[in-house]
């Protein structure tokens, strides 16, 4: 049974990966997008939007890579426990 709850757990990170992925995918054609239209010509206002896409974009994958971390590492309170037992350990040696 624990195996299935794995399974069901990597396919709910999958899906969030999937679903950042699909996030940057749309906003970094939309940065595209503004882009060339400011090549066009200087713009502020397509500035001001390109800094918030960029900010934005930023954002996400920050929250990829805290996935992924958790994805390698296991959540936060698992490695603290970890790492606090192997501290014992130590002190007990």
Request: hydrophobic share 40%.
């Amino acid at each position: 049974m624990r195996n299935i709850a794995t399974w069901a757990h990597v396919g709910q990170i999958m899906t969030i990966l999937q679903t950042i992925h699909d996030e940057i995918d749309v906003l970094s054609g939309r940065r595209t997008e503004l882009w060339q239209r400011l090549s066009e010509g200087r713009n502020p206002d397509l500035v001001a939007e390109i800094k918030a896409l960029d900010a934005e974009l930023d954002e996400l994958w920050d929250e990829h890579r805290a996935v992924r971390a958790r994805i390698r590492f296991g959540e936060r309170e698992q490695i603290v426990r970890r790492a606090r037992a192997e501290e014992r350990l130590e002190r007990a040696a």
